[in-house]
Structures are given as C-alpha cells and as structure tokens.
C-alpha cells in the first residue's frame, strides 16, 4: 500500500506531556502550527533570536491558543506538567501571518483534541475535510487574546526586562537594576521598542507570570505575592481591572 506524502496530508499533530523545562517546538516548512495545551500552562517565546519580527512572550493556559504561521518558530517554557497538542496545518494561513493567541471556547478547545487524535488528516476522507472545515471555521471566529509581553532589542533595556522577569516582586528601585544607562533613557527605549512605559510593562509581566501561575493551580495569596503585590485584594483588583474577571477564574480554567 502507498505510504501517504505531504501532498496527501491536510494536517499532522505532535503530542508531548511535559513535566517541565523548555524547549523548540519543531518545524517543518511549509507548516503552520496550532499550539495548545490540553491541561496545563505554559509559557511561549516567539521572535528575536528565535526568527522573524521582534521577541514576544506570551502565557497559554488551556483556555488559550497560539497560531504560528509558516516560518515562524517558537519555545516553550513548562514550570509544570503540561499535555502540549500541537497541529500542523497545510495550505494558506487561516489567521494573520504572525503569531497570534486566540481563547478557546470548550467547542474549539474539543475539536483541536480531536484533530490531534484523528492525526494524520487525509485529503482523500471526508470526515477528516469536514472535522477542519469546522476546525477552521471557528478558529476565525475565536476573539485573540491582548496579553502579549513585547520585549525590547537595546541591550540596556532588554538587561532592565531580563532583571523584572527574573525576580517580578523585587522591591529594588529601577535604578538600582539599571545597567549602563539611565532611568529616562530606559523609559524611552521602552516606549519606542515595546509600545509601553517601563511601569506598564511591569505590571503585564506581573499579569502574564499570574495568569501562568494560577492556571498551574497555585493559590491566589501565594501567586499574588509572586508577582509582588503585599495583599491578596490588592491583586485581585489590578487582575479584575485588566481581564474583567476575578483569578479564581482563571485558576478553575
């Protein structure tokens, strides 16, 4: 019987249950990836050293999805165990031509699972074009997710986000983690490079380390004094103001 080749194939899957670590998800040309958890959280890096397009951060609990177009490549980060699924999809782009998270809906989140276990899909079956064609349908509708961390090129102020990422709930003023340049040249490498103030870009960091905390399970006191805030309500407030819900939620996601 004739083995399948690419020509034949519409999508192709790699699943891995992580306990933690990092590493390159792999690529292959002519691909596009739907990367998403099955349980868990973790953390992705796309850009910079790793590509195209500038160094971004974003957190996939599993109510979140990331589309990585063809050429794009990306690592992920697990601080606990994850069941990573990912689909290669053939063909043209369903989404935009760069990295893009989108929520997922439990219908999404179901016809993904299913993708990946029915892998690899076929041209020539029916089921396997209808299951995409659904697939593919709502992954248009589904809303993209904002919370992305840019991070800046100049090494002084990439050594200042290096610094805040490395310990979100230092209490050290910025001066004191400044390297080789001062405070006002830093806000406005910043703003020109990432789009934000150096405070702002603070505060998304401290947003995407707790959304990634509190989808792993972590209670919302110890999460809130990870991220560097002194009380419990203080955090909640900051969290509800910027996602419009409360971290229990995210944390039963």
């Excluded at 690419?6 to 899957?13: N, Y």
Aim: glycine letters at 6%; hydrophobic letters at 45%; a positive charge.
């Amino acid at each position: 019987m004739r083995q399948p080749t690419d020509d034949d194939l519409l999508a192709r899957s790699f699943s891995v249950t992580m306990p933690g670590g990092a590493f390159a998800l792999p690529t292959e040309p002519g691909w596009h990836q739907l990367v998403h958890a099955a349980t868990g959280s973790m953390r992705v890096e796309t850009g910079g050293a790793l590509g195209p397009g500038r160094a971004e951060v974003r957190v996939l609990p599993p109510h979140r999805a990331l589309w990585l177009p063809d050429g794009w490549r990306a690592r992920v980060v697990v601080h606990r165990r994850v069941a990573l699924r990912t689909l290669y999809l053939a063909g043209p782009p369903r989404l935009a031509a760069r990295p893009t998270a989108v929520d997922v809906a439990p219908l999404l989140h179901e016809l993904i699972l299913q993708a990946v276990r029915d892998s690899p899909l076929r041209r020539d079956r029916p089921a396997h074009r209808r299951l995409l064609e659904v697939l593919g349908d709502r992954l248009a509708l589904a809303p993209s997710a904002p919370e992305v961390l840019p991070l800046p090129t100049d090494p002084r102020a990439l050594a200042l986000a290096d610094a805040l990422r490395a310990d979100p709930a230092t209490t050290l003023p910025l001066r004191a983690l400044a390297e080789g340049a001062s405070i006002r040249t830093l806000e406005r490498l910043f703003l020109a490079e990432t789009g934000l103030t150096i405070s702002r870009w603070r505060q998304r960091l401290r947003l995407l380390l707790a959304t990634e905390l509190l989808a792993a399970g972590e209670p919302v006191t110890a999460v809130a004094l990870a991220v560097g805030y002194a009380t419990p309500s203080a955090f909640t407030a900051m969290y509800r103001t910027h996602l419009g819900h409360p971290p229990s939620r995210t944390k039963l996601s």
